[in-house]
């Protein structure tokens, strides 16, 4: 085994990507897009509806905390220099009455001496200058007894008797926060009990709204279903949506494509059997004939015109065979290569020599000195160049000449067969790669298949065929024809020995 087979069996394809064979369906794809984001907002808006409803609930706490503040804080006074209170105990039990919470109440001196209420309550962290310019009840949260607590709070400005600076006392005021939470409670339980019972009706909107929106696929598939095999017609895209035009129109142009390919193949298939027809009828009449014959003669001329019909039978089958092959060939494929245009050329004209001294026809090859390298694939390049020599061969007269000439500019690479035969019309030049066409009036053997299989195979090779009249012939009454195949070069590789250019 040499190396490079040992390489091609080394070789493995890369594996698909796995997301390549699953099939995804659409409606599931914008259901998944809908729902999961309202899916992820709902715990969302539950965290935010609850941090919104502790902000409500807060709020007429508050306010009757502040309420209880500035009532003890008018009970402070000062009497000869001290700080006294005038809270009874009827209204320490109000102040303090409460089915729910714990209520907690301070009144401290300005050196934090204790005046009323609960001695263990926590202390406000402020500065003393924040003191003095504090005039309002402030809130806060914190712990009375290991359980969480609202307090509110203000620094209380008390004259003196004498005249002198103000004292500064403070009135606290603290609640537990168990009613805040069954107000917070049932402002969520108010705001997302609802939610539990739209949620499900949204999902099924959504679904309703997607199936709806979706139908038009579906009626489209069933009119696609109910079409019968051999309707090309076109859908019409005024039965669809807006958005799925695009691909309708898509549609329509692979329907219109797979019709001319369908009558193509049709019109191929009747022309190929008319056009064996003509052969088999006359292998069948011949050897009827020579079955009937009895002298010698004429039965070697009828096995004679039975050897020209099957000859003929047989080049029609290899030339529909070639025009098959060429027409399957995939387009700039992996088939094709870099190969020297000249060698091949050369290598065909060497086959058709013996074809040429049969006819008694000059045959002859010209190429530069250089290769003319180009992309392609050696087998159908063979079978184009030997149907341009061989429909040179049997339209040139005995005695004229046919030339096969390589060369190449800057852009292109030139195949040329030239002949000294009669020629084609300008007006016949397109219509003779055409499919079994013929032109009136020739004589010459042919199943009017090569010049189709020429351009089919340049097609694929990214060729242009183009006729002319042939500028070198002599004799006005046979003008020739060249054909001349222009291929594009290949881009030129770059050049290793050429230092980069540096930049800086």
Same mark, same amino acid.
């Given at each position: 085994m040499n190396p490079s087979q040992e390489a091609e069996l080394a070789y493995q394809p890369p594996a698909p990507d796995a997301d390549e064979d699953i099939q995804h369906s659409l409606f599931g794809e914008i259901l998944d897009w809908m729902l999961a984001p309202l899916l992820l907002l709902w715990p969302m808006s539950i965290a935010i509806t609850y941090l919104v409803a502790k902000s409500i609930a807060n709020q007429p706490f508050d306010h009757a905390l502040e309420d209880s503040v500035? %009532?003890? $804080?008018?009970?402070? =006074? #000062? %009497? /000869?220099? @001290?700080?006294? !209170? #005038?809270? #009874?105990?009827? $209204?320490?039990?109000?102040?303090?009455? *409460? *089915?729910?919470? +714990?209520?907690?109440?301070?009144?401290?001196?300005? =050196?934090?001496? &204790?005046? /009323?209420?609960?001695?263990?309550?926590?202390?406000?962290?402020?500065?003393?200058?924040? !003191?003095?310019?504090?005039?309002?009840?402030?809130? =806060?949260?914190?712990?009375? &007894?290991?359980?969480?607590? =609202?307090? $509110?709070?203000?620094?209380?400005?008390?004259?003196?008797? #004498?005249? *002198? *600076?103000?004292?500064?006392?403070?009135?606290? %005021?603290?609640?537990?926060?168990? @009613?805040?939470?069954?107000?917070? +409670?049932a402002i969520i339980k108010g705001v997302i009990l609802p939610q539990f019972i739209v949620l499900p009706v949204v999902l099924a909107l959504v679904w309703f709204a997607l199936a709806r929106g979706l139908s038009p696929l579906a009626q489209l598939q069933e009119r696609i279903r109910a079409r019968s095999p051999e309707d090309m017609s076109p859908i019409a895209p005024t039965q669809v949506p807006e958005e799925i035009t695009p691909l309708v129109r898509s549609l329509n142009e692979m329907l219109a494509r797979l019709s001319q390919n369908i009558d193509m193949q049709k019109r191929f298939i009747a022309d190929a059997a008319h056009q064996m027809r003509t052969p088999l009828a006359g292998m069948r009449m011949q050897s009827e004939l020579a079955l009937r014959q009895t002298e010698q003669g004429e039965i070697h001329r009828s096995l004679e015109q039975l050897a020209k019909s099957s000859q003929a039978a047989t080049r029609l089958v290899n030339q529909l065979l070639a025009l098959a092959r060429a027409e399957n060939q995939q387009p700039a494929g992996g088939s094709l290569q870099q190969l020297d245009l000249s060698e091949l050329a050369r290598d065909v004209v060497q086959d058709w020599v013996q074809a040429s001294f049969a006819h008694r026809i000059d045959l002859g090859f010209e190429a530069p000195s250089l290769p003319v390298q180009i992309s392609g694939n050696p087998t159908m390049l063979r079978e184009l160049l030997s149907n341009l020599i061989d429909n040179a061969l049997r339209y040139t007269p005995a005695g004229g000449s046919v030339t096969v000439r390589v060369r190449d500019d800057l852009d292109h690479a030139y195949l040329e067969v030239e002949d000294t035969g009669p020629g084609i019309a300008p007006g016949e030049r397109e219509r003779v790669f055409e499919r079994f066409y013929r032109i009136l009036g020739n004589t010459a053997e042919g199943s009017g298949l090569g010049l189709a299989i020429v351009r089919e195979i340049a097609q694929q090779h990214g060729a242009e065929v183009d006729i002319y009249t042939n500028p070198r012939a002599t004799n006005p009454k046979l003008p020739g024809a060249l054909f001349r195949l222009s291929f594009p070069l290949p881009p030129a590789p770059p050049d290793e020995d050429t230092e980069p250019p540096h930049y800086g």
């Open positions: 500035t %009532v003890l $804080a008018q009970q402070v =006074r #000062s %009497v /000869d220099g @001290k700080l006294i !209170k #005038s809270l #009874s105990g009827s $209204a320490r039990d109000i102040l303090r009455a *409460d *089915d729910i919470d +714990n209520v907690y109440f301070q009144i401290q001196g300005p =050196r934090g001496e &204790h005046i /009323d209420g609960d001695r263990d309550m926590p202390q406000p962290v402020i500065d003393d200058e924040d !003191k003095t310019s504090a005039g309002g009840v402030r809130f =806060r949260n914190d712990a009375m &007894h290991g359980t969480p607590v =609202r307090i $509110a709070f203000a620094y209380v400005r008390v004259e003196r008797d #004498s005249g *002198d *600076d103000a004292q500064l006392a403070l009135v606290q %005021v603290a609640e537990t926060l168990e @009613k805040r939470a069954q107000l917070a +409670n």
